[in-house]
Nanobody, 117 residues
Framework: QVQLVESGGGLVQAGGSLRLSCAASGRPVSDYAMGWFRQAPGKEREFVARIRASGSITYGADSVKGRFTISRDNAKNTVYLQMNSLKPEDTAVYYC??????????WGQGTQVTVSS
């Protein structure tokens, strides 16, 4: 079993930055993909970014490309999401996940990101 705990969310003004962290415990996750999804009020959960065990990275919506950067530290069993130039439409609960082959097995409890205009 893997437990995921996100941190780093909060309230920020438009144009600001936040860095989300997600620490995994229970077993090493270096063989798994780690990723981030987000869910805004009244909307479906949206894929944000994923980093595979190989280091290959995929970003979701075009709106985050060039502004968000995903990275991982396998020694710390942690994945990060650096978010720059934040916009009010980035407001959502951000969820960390771990999986393989496009299937995500474990999810964190989520961290709220609120961007004020």
């Amino acid at each position: 079993q893997v437990q995921l705990v996100e941190s780093g969310g909060g309230l920020v003004q438009a144009g600001g930055s936040l860095r989300l962290s997600c620490a995994a415990s229970g077993r090493p996750v270096s063989d798994y993909a780690m990723g981030w999804f987000r869910q805004a009020p009244g909307k479906e959960r949206e894929f944000v970014a994923r980093i595979r065990a190989s280091g290959s990275i995929t970003y979701g919506a075009d709106s985050v490309k060039g502004r968000f950067t995903i990275s991982r530290d396998n020694a710390k069993n942690t994945v990060y999401l650096q978010m720059n130039s934040l916009k009010p439409e980035d407001t959502a609960v951000y969820y960390c996940t771990v999986g393989i082959g496009g299937t995500y097995f474990y999810w964190g409890q989520g961290t709220q990101v609120t961007v004020s205009s």
